[in-house]
T-cell receptor, first 111, second 113 residues
């Protein structure tokens, strides 16, 4: 089976840096993705890691360690508009394209 | 281009009624997915289709059926709705097995009384 664990809530201050962790257990592994979802909206893609290391996209970065079955999303220079839920998602097999999501981390940003 | 569209946006059903949620995409994507989202539960995969003509069960398929009508359309059917199926339903697509980014529709908010 597959399972992903991430904190349910994280709080940070505007302008600061926050890290959202994700650990996963899968029978196979073919990449870890991150999505953002604002209240009432649909999830939107942020980042993907297929190999170990850091991927950077503007203020957002994502890291993966396949040996530790662990990844994180790093948000820098936090803005109030970053208040949202963040989901990690894993694909365990290339063949059938099955993608499973974690339960999400609610990010609260304080002014 | 409309991207991924879902109909209806809102629906209220009585227990035991049936209905079909529609999803259509004009992105020429091969893979399509149905997820449900409940508070505190994240997105749970109901069914998915890696290509036209194939469908597979996800994490929570019980009480649902799907049809990949053609490459563009992927429908989700509730044969006999139950209050436990009250949720927000999202359809998502992806270009194919080599791609990693999913594109989500706006969602259907379903209430079963």
């Amino acid at each position: 089976g597959q399972s992903l664990e991430q904190p349910s809530e994280v709080t940070a201050v505007e302008g600061a840096i926050v890290q959202i962790n994700c650990t996963y257990q899968t029978s196979g592994f073919y990449g870890l993705s991150w999505y953002q979802q604002h209240d009432g909206g649909a999830p939107t893609f942020l980042s993907y890691n297929g190999l170990d290391g850091l991927e950077e996209t503007g203020r957002f970065s994502s890291f993966l360690s396949r040996s530790d079955s662990y990844g994180y999303l790093l948000l820098q220079e936090l803005q109030m508009k970053d208040s949202a839920s963040y989901f990690c998602a894993v694909r365990s097999q290339l063949r059938d394209d099955k993608i499973i999501f974690g339960k999400g981390t609610r990010l609260h940003i304080l002014p | 281009n409309a991207g991924v569209t879902q109909t209806p946006k809102f629906q209220v059903l009585k227990t035991g009624q049936s209905m079909t949620l529609q999803c259509a995409q004009d992105m020429n994507h091969n893979s399509m997915y149905w997820y449900r989202q409940d508070p505190g539960m994240g997105l749970r995969l109901i069914y998915y289709s890696a290509s036209e003509g194939t469908t597979d069960k996800g994490e929570v398929p019980n009480g649902y059926n799907v049809s990949r009508l053609n490459k563009r359309e992927f429908s989700l059917r509730l044969e006999s709705a139950a209050p436990s199926q009250t949720s927000v339903y999202f359809c998502a697509t992806k270009p194919g097995q080599g791609a990693y980014e999913q594109y989500f529709g706006p969602g259907t908010r379903l209430t079963v009384t």
